[in-house]
């Protein structure tokens, strides 16, 4: 194997078991920046090892052994110097146990790590930017490109949200009740961002990464469980859902994108998709009113129920993307209204919206906003603007496969 070989299976090793090695320490240490150093410490002993030792048959338990050594070694160095180091150094016995059964309890790790990334000391950006390091792994250049900024930026947010956990002493159990209330809307809309990650991630030679999403499909039925009343959990639980069945017909046997309305639709899970839906009708059978993630819930649902791309209701997914513009006042989602309009009613309606929406600084570096207008550009005919937005497109995203798939359709331009 060479080297580079080995840095690519190491990182897709990482990329499985870093989230669960994190929560399981952040359990155990009581402290999300100590856990997330022993984790590192943990994958650069595997960087300096493995290529002389091979990759043992389990990464995921030889990375926790290490962690768990490094932490003891840690906790036996300061033990006077912090009282919750103390105090979990004179029970080692416990420590060890306590990190061998850890792997026993990541559904709850793992939530009660989203919990703590969402405590209320924190900035929405800051919840976000923890939750896609601690629990997506993504790096600090990966979330910088998606929070359309520097590293420097992401790498000293992230600073400061773990020393604003220290400070206001963050407790890593799982949150009382109405705690849990308190952080729930925080949580949904992370566990979201996980999700979109994975569906379409924001960089790198891949299209999807299916192993976010399902995990966020997993800790949405975990968060239901604990919540099962709760309409917007249940709205959130049914889009990914419905979203993710259609994971098999995404890409082509060269593994290239295909776009929604060209899919194999018998290619969708369909058990995704009834268990999608029946979590959609408790959804609305709990909700005085459809929230955001209902509304988005219900536009998928109207791709689900069609049998073929032409027996889409357009006009239902215009009407509800309105109603969910009104909630969310969100640029993004008029451009999706505006995408629905033009299957509805028509092109020149839908460019006239896109149009307007050009002007706004929020969407001034959104590849989508030119591949959108590129599209209607090319329906009415218009091949060299169509094609002029397309490389535009192409130009701003950071995913490879999004990329050829933009140069390929302002070719065809």
Known sequence: MTDSDLHRSVEAVWRLESTKLIAALVRITRDVGLAEDLAQDALEAALSQWPDRGIPDNPGAWLMAVAKRRAIDGFRRRERQDRAY?????????IVAGIQ???????????????????????????????????????????????????????????????????VDAPTEEPADNERAERLEAVLAVIYLLFNEGYSATAGDDWMRPALSEE????????????PDDAEALGLLALMEIQLSRTAARL???????????????????????RGLAALGRANANAEA?????????????HARARTADETDWT???????????????????????????????????????????????????????????????????????????ERAAALTQNEQERALLLARAADC
């Open 101 to 167: 059964s850890a792997v026993d309890h990541v559904e709850d790790d793992v939530l009660r790590l989203m919990f703590i990334c969402c405590h209320p000391a924190l900035g929405d950006d800051a919840q976000r930017t923890l939750t896609l390091r601690l629990v997506a792994g993504l790096t600090t250049s990966e979330i910088a490109r998606s929070f359309l900024t520097s590293e420097a930026t992401i790498g000293a947010r992230i600073t400061r949200a773990k020393k604003t956990l220290a400070d």
């Open 316 to 390: 239902r997914i215009a009407s509800l993307y309105e109603s969910l513009a009104v909630i969310t006042g969100s640029a993004v989602v008029e451009l999706n209204r505006a995408v629905a309009v033009s299957m509805a009613y028509g092109a020149d309606a839908a460019l006239a919206l896109v149009d307007q929406l050009a002007e706004l600084p929020e969407l001034a570096t959104y590849h989508l906003l030119p591949s959108v207008r590129g599209d209607l550009l090319s329906k009415l005919g218009r091949g060299t603007e169509a094609r002029a937005e397309f």
């Open 216 to 227: 966020a499909v997993r800790l949405g039925r975990v968060l239901v469980g604990l919540v």
């Open 86 to 94: 103390a105090d979990i150094a004179e029970g080692k016995e416990d």
């Open 290 to 302: 459809p929230g955001p993630y209902v509304l988005q819930a219900e536009i998928a649902a109207c």
């Open 252 to 274: 082509d046997a060269d593994g290239a994108p295909v776009l929604l309305l060209d899919q194999d639709r018998s290619r969708w899970d369909q058990l995704l998709i009834r």
